[in-house]
Nanobody, 118 residues
């Protein structure tokens, strides 16, 4: 199983980035996918998750209204559109997969750095 996260970069506060997670080596359509982030000196936190069908979505309170998660099962990809970025969004962002319906997130990508300057 491989998860490849991409799309990170340096952006000014108020700007936007779109992260992508490309999966291979698994039956993508039976996996829930999540985006997580870890900032320096902080614990990893869940940012957004989407279930196998796309019908159930969760957002952390800190990103509600600014981030949008979506998936295309035909392309084995999940995206995270991030708008109105804030300096506190700076972190390494990881995508992870969990076997539906209630499996643990045990497949992780390598992470992509997002840096938001003030």
């Amino acid at each position: 199983v491989q998860l490849q996260a991409s799309g990170g970069g340096l952006v000014q506060a108020g700007g936007s980035l779109r992260l992508s997670c490309a999966a291979s080596g698994l039956t993508f359509s039976v996996y829930n996918i999540g985006w997580f982030r870890q900032a320096p000196g902080k614990e990893r936190e869940s940012v957004a998750t989407i279930n196998w069908s796309g019908g159930t979505i969760y957002y952390a309170d800190s990103v509600k209204g600014r981030f949008t998660i979506s998936r295309e099962n035909a392309k084995n990809t999940v995206s995270l559109q991030m708008n109105s970025l804030k300096p506190e969004d700076t972190a390494i962002y990881y995508c992870a997969a969990a076997l539906a319906p209630v499996g643990r997130y045990n497949h992780w990508g390598q992470g992509t750095q997002v840096t938001v300057s003030s």
